[in-house]
């Protein structure tokens, strides 16, 4: 399947190209015949032209070296980059996460440890009352409520 270029698409690309290479008769007589039949690609080309020559007085002259100066404090900062991400992939740089993570689980074990060894010695059950008695003999004990539960039966629809 064949294209064809669109008049205003090849008007753009040949003002482009026009800037890389010299025309030739049929392209500058095509430029010409485009900008008669319509004025607003005269502008058109202008600005492209205004383009080209902003980006061509903004581009880096490499015929000046860099300052070494410069150039160091660059290769340090690349070189700091790459020690920093070789040392964030190392264990080192995890192991006081991974510390403090087992630190924090031991403690937790051993509050529930002591938070159930706590209730253990003065608790007692009743066979017949499913209340639970806390404290000593010699010390009032503290009866909690036995909450009954109540099963709710749904009927069928007639």
């Given at each position: ?49 205004d383009v ?20 160091k404090k ?85």
């Amino acid at each position: 399947m064949i294209f064809r270029e669109l008049p205003r698409d090849r008007f753009l690309r040949l003002v482009e190209e026009s800037r890389d290479r010299p025309l030739t008769d049929e392209e500058v007589a095509f430029l010409e015949r485009n900008e008669a039949a319509d004025p607003s690609l005269v502008d058109l080309r202008s600005e492209t032209h205004d383009v080209f020559d902003l980006l061509q007085s903004a581009s880096v002259d490499l015929s000046e070296p860099v300052p070494l100066v410069e150039q160091k404090k660059f290769e340090d900062r690349i070189l700091r980059k790459v020690n920093v991400q070789a040392v964030r992939e190392g264990v080192q740089y995890w192991t006081p996460g991974f510390i403090g993570a087992g630190l924090a689980c031991l403690i937790l074990i051993a509050a529930f440890q002591v938070f159930q060894t706590s209730l253990a010695p003065g608790q007692s059950k009743s066979s017949g009352d499913a209340s639970i008695v806390r404290g000593s003999e010699k010390e009032p004990a503290l009866v909690l409520p036995e909450f009954e539960s109540k099963e709710v039966a749904l009927r069928p629809k007639p």
